[in-house]
């Protein structure tokens, strides 16, 4: 069985999947994730010729949506937004 999110699925076996005994797997794990990544099939690792995990790529992301522009048109202008807030007397570094 394999852990997936809370849901128990059955590993599967499939025909032609590669199988790693899972020491070997310790020593190239990056190197069997670089294969899995460039070669899109999955590995079985196993302990004592049972499966303990699968190796599989990651599926597809979705692209996402250009942020840029999302709040265009979601403001208004209230008021005058060039003259400063408080009077030019009140700045402390207009005071001489």
């Avoid at 250009?66 to 202008?77: A, P």
């Avoid at 005058?80 to 570094?93: G, M």
């Amino acid at each position: 069985m394999v852990f997936d999110y809370g849901i128990l699925h059955p590993v599967r076996r499939c025909i032609g999947m590669e199988e790693i005994a899972i020491s070997k797997f310790k020593a190239t794990c990056l190197a069997v994730l670089e294969r899995v990544r460039r070669t899109r099939k999955p590995i079985l690792v196993t302990r004592f010729g049972e499966p303990v995990a699968e190796v599989v790529p990651p599926s597809a992301l979705p692209r996402p949506e250009d942020w840029l522009g999302v709040m265009k048109s979601s403001g208004r202008i209230k008021g005058d937004i060039i003259s400063p807030v408080v009077d030019q007397r009140e700045w402390e570094a207009m005071r001489s």
